[in-house]
C-alpha cells in the first residue's frame, strides 16, 4: 500500500519584537494561510480577501528584567561603553531564545527585530553623527542554537545601504496584513516612537504598494515613559498622572516649531532625539505637569501629521496600537484633534500586541523566500531590498 504525501501545512513564522518602549519581548506565532511553503521558489501571491490576511496562533508577552531594562535604557541614551553594549547583545540574546522557545517548535521560520539602541538616519555634526548608521542588538545565533530554527534577524542595515533611512518597515507589512478595497486606512503605532503607515487601498495594478504612505510622526510614549519615571513610575498607566498636571501651552507650541515635525516623508527619528534633556523649559516644570505637558505633546504632533500630509490625500478611519493605545488621556487627545474615526486595535477585535511582532514575521518570511520586503518610496532608498539576514542552525549530523 502506498501513502501520499501529506500536504504542506500554510508557512508559520515566529516574530520577535522589543520596541522602543522598553516593555519587554513579545513573541508572536503567525500563520499565513495559502501562502507558498518555504523555499519552494513561488511568487507571493496576489492580496486579496478579508483582513487581517495573517492569522496569529500565539502570543506570549515577556517583560524585560530591571537590570536588563536599565542597560537598554542607558544604551539608547548614549550611556554605554562598548563593554557595555557587548554584554546586552548577548544578554538580550538570550533573553529572545528564553522567550521563544515556548512557541517555536510550531514555527518553520523565526524573525527577530531585536533593540534598537540608536538610529541615525542623517548626520549631525554637532552631536558628532559622522555617517547615517542604525544598530539593532540581541545576537540571533543564540536563538537559532535554542530553538533549532533559521532566524532571520538585523532588517534595517539593507536598507541605509541603498540609500534609505532603514525605516519606516512595518508599513510593508502592514499593506499585506490590513490593506483593504475602497478603504483608506492609517495604521497608527503609539509606541516609544510614534508612527504611521497610510494605505489607500488595494489596487490590482499597484502590485509595490506605491500609494503607502509612512514616517515617524515624533514622540509616542518615549517622553511620557521618562516623565512617568521621575514619578516613580515605568510608564503612565491609563493616563492617570497626565490628568493629574496641568498642560503648558506656550511650552507645546514651542516645541512644535522643532524642523522635524514639518520636514516631508520620508522621514524617520528615534529615542536619541526625543528625551526630556533636549525638551527646553521641561525642567522648569513639575513632575505632574511636565507628564501631562509632553502627553499633549505627543497627541498634537500626531495630529499635525496628519493634518499636513495625510489627511489631503483622503483618509476614512485611523487604527492604533502600541502602548499609548491603552493611554486613555492621549488617546481621547488624539480622537478630539482629529475630524475622524480613531479606534484601537482591540476595538476593532484585532490584537494590538501582536501587532509589530507579526509584521516583523511577515518580513521574515519574505526574506527568507528572497522576496524583496522593503517599500523603498517610505524609507528615501534607491531601491527595494530583500531586508534580513540569515542565521542557520545547527540540527546534528548529517
Avoid at 329 to 344: A, F, G, I, K
Wanted: aromatic content about 6%; hydrophobic content about 40%; overall charge negative.
Amino acid at each position: 500500500m502506498t501513502h501520499a504525501p501529506a500536504a504542506p501545512h500554510s508557512p508559520r513564522v515566529l516574530g520577535l519584537m522589543t520596541g522602543t518602549s522598553l516593555d519587554g519581548i513579545d513573541a508572536v506565532l503567525i500563520e499565513l494561510p495559502g501562502w507558498p511553503a518555504l523555499g519552494t521558489g513561488q511568487r507571493p501571491p496576489a492580496l486579496s480577501g478579508l483582513v487581517p490576511r495573517v492569522t496569529v496562533l500565539a502570543h506570549r508577552a515577556t517583560p524585560f528584567g530591571d537590570e536588563l531594562r536599565s542597560g537598554l535604557l542607558a544604551a539608547s541614551r548614549n550611556g554605554a561603553r562598548p563593554s557595555d553594549l557587548t554584554q546586552l547583545h548577548y544578554e538580550l540574546g538570550a533573553a529572545l531564545a528564553e522567550a521563544a522557545a515556548e512557541l517555536s517548535d510550531g514555527a518553520d521560520l523565526i524573525a527577530s527585530h531585536g533593540q534598537t539602541v540608536h538610529h541615525i538616519p542623517h548626520p549631525d555634526e554637532a552631536r558628532g553623527w559622522r555617517t547615517r548608521s542604525t544598530l539593532q542588538i540581541g545576537e540571533a545565533a543564540l536563538i537559532a542554537e535554542r530553538c533549532r530554527r533559521p532566524v532571520v534577524s538585523d532588517f534595517r542595515p539593507a536598507d541605509l545601504a541603498a540609500g534609505g533611512q532603514a525605516a519606516p518597515l512595518v508599513p510593508f507589512a502592514d499593506r499585506i496584513m490590513y490593506a483593504e478595497t475602497g478603504v483608506r486606512r492609517a495604521v497608527h503605532n503609539l509606541g516609544g516612537i510614534s508612527n504611521l503607515s497610510y494605505l489607500p487601498g488595494l489596487d490590482d495594478s499597484d502590485e509595490r504598494g506605491a500609494g503607502v504612505l509612512a514616517f515617524d510622526t515624533g514622540p509616542g510614549n518615549a517622553l511620557i515613559d521618562e516623565a512617568a519615571e521621575r514619578l516613580g513610575a515605568r510608564y503612565d498607566a491609563g493616563g492617570r498622572l497626565a490628568a493629574s498636571g496641568r498642560v503648558d501651552e506656550p511650552l507645546i507650541e514651542d516645541w512644535l516649531q522643532d524642523p522635524y515635525f514639518s520636514a516631508p516623508p520620508p522621514k524617520s527619528t528615534g529615542r536619541e532625539r526625543w528625551t526630556l534633556e533636549r525638551m527646553p523649559g521641561a525642567d522648569r516644570l513639575s513632575p505632574h505637569d511636565l507628564i501631562a505637558t509632553v502627553t499633549a505633546f505627543s497627541a498634537r504632533s500626531v495630529a499635525d501629521a496628519y493634518r499636513r500630509f495625510v489627511l489631503p490625500r483622503g483618509l476614512d478611519e485611523i487604527i492604533v496600537a502600541g502602548g499609548g493605545a491603552y493611554n486613555a488621556v492621549l488617546m481621547q487627545q488624539v480622537r478630539e484633534l482629529l475630524p475622524l474615526p480613531v479606534q484601537t486595535f482591540e476595538e476593532r477585535g484585532w490584537n494590538a500586541q501582536a501587532r509589530e511582532a507579526a509584521a516583523f514575521a511577515v518580513l521574515g518570511y519574505y526574506a527568507y523566500q528572497g522576496w524583496r520586503n522593503t517599500l523603498p518610496h517610505t524609507t528615501g532608498a534607491r531601491h527595494a531590498v530583500i531586508a534580513g539576514k540569515l542565521s542557520r542552525p545547527w540540527l546534528g549530523e548529517a
